[in-house]
DNA sequence: CACAAATGATTTGTGCACCAACTAATCGCT
DNA sequence: AGCGATTAGTTGGTGCACAAATCATTTGTG
């Protein structure tokens, strides 16, 4: 290793654990990158995909909710999506203000290029199933920290509600 | 809020370690924000100032290799730490290419502000130390196997020319 | 019913991240 | 010394992410 940091020092940047998590989510997604690219996708709209293939129609704020993600985030990116004709943006018949984001043909279709990419992503990474599940918690465990530290809720969200009036 | 997925999925977005690397990053990253803003830095700027507070004056491509970051994310980067009066970008006198960026009296003087930053991020996580350091570790293996993945550079590390310095 | 509050989505502004193309300084080689 | 290749940094383009402001629709309450 490096060893470029007195290892006692707080702010030593090789102590930092949300450096670690940024640069492990930064580096994992580029190893998605060469396997996404050829289908046209981006990480984050992979993502949805496969909330979509899952679970269409979605509207705005259920992928928001299930990705966590700012919808202000999510508009751009479902135009984008809708332009490269895997989705259609319609409206709820049943609620004028709602989206309802449904796959085309080409959209579902695309599912069976994505079954490839899980098994392909853990071949590159030449890790044990056991130690990415094992990672999988651990993250499940800093994220439910994390919301609870953001007076639980995700950054996007900003407040439960039911929680604070009466 | 439990299995929305099948969980025999392997296209379930909750199976996804991806996905929830950058849940964890982000939401992560959201638990800093509060702490940072009144610094006036933000994420990726702490990381820059904590790289710097160790070993400035700091040219371009060490910080990029020690963040892990593309050159053309840090340039505009510092140009704006350097406008905030953190930083002053020289030239090497030694190598006239290269940026020597050193940190301003102020620069230095942030630093008593943000040791209060670790613990304080430790305890509104709420987390154990060891379960932190736990985390720690697999993300720094993860990072070695996507680091791998990608022929053995960063993504913005085109190629490993020759053998590494230090 | 009227109308204020709440909700769902979009837009705007700032900043991060990657890539490709470019400029300038240095190095390597004969 | 000359000159091509390499290296350091910047710039421009696309897209993600968050916050705040805005707009339309729906809901709640008198």
Chains 1, 2 share one sequence.
Not at 27 to 39: D, G, K, Q, S, T
Not at 98 to 122: H, M, N, Y
Not at 125 to 136: A, C, F, I, P, S
């Amino acid at each position: 290793m490096t060893g470029f940091a007195d290892i006692q020092d707080p702010l030593s940047l090789e102590r930092q654990v949300c450096f670690a998590l940024s640069v492990a989510s930064r580096n994992v997604i580029a190893v998605y990158r060469p396997l996404l690219e050829p289908m046209g996708l981006t990480h984050p709209q992979y993502l949805v995909m496969l909330a979509l293939w899952e679970h269409a129609p979605l509207a705005v704020k259920d992928l928001s909710r299930m990705l966590q993600l700012d919808p202000g985030t999510l508009s751009p990116l479902l135009k984008r999506l809708e332009a490269a004709g895997l989705v259609r943006r319609e409206r709820d018949p049943e609620d004028e203000r709602a989206l309802a984001v449904v796959l085309t043909e080409a959209g579902r279709d695309l599912r069976s290029d994505a079954k490839r990419i899980p098994p392909a992503i853990v071949a590159r990474l030449g890790m044990g199933l056991d130690e990415l599940q094992h990672l999988h918690e651990s993250l499940m465990r800093v994220i439910a920290a994390a919301n609870a530290a953001n007076n639980g809720h995700a950054p996007h969200d900003p407040a439960p509600t039911g929680v604070r009036t009466r």
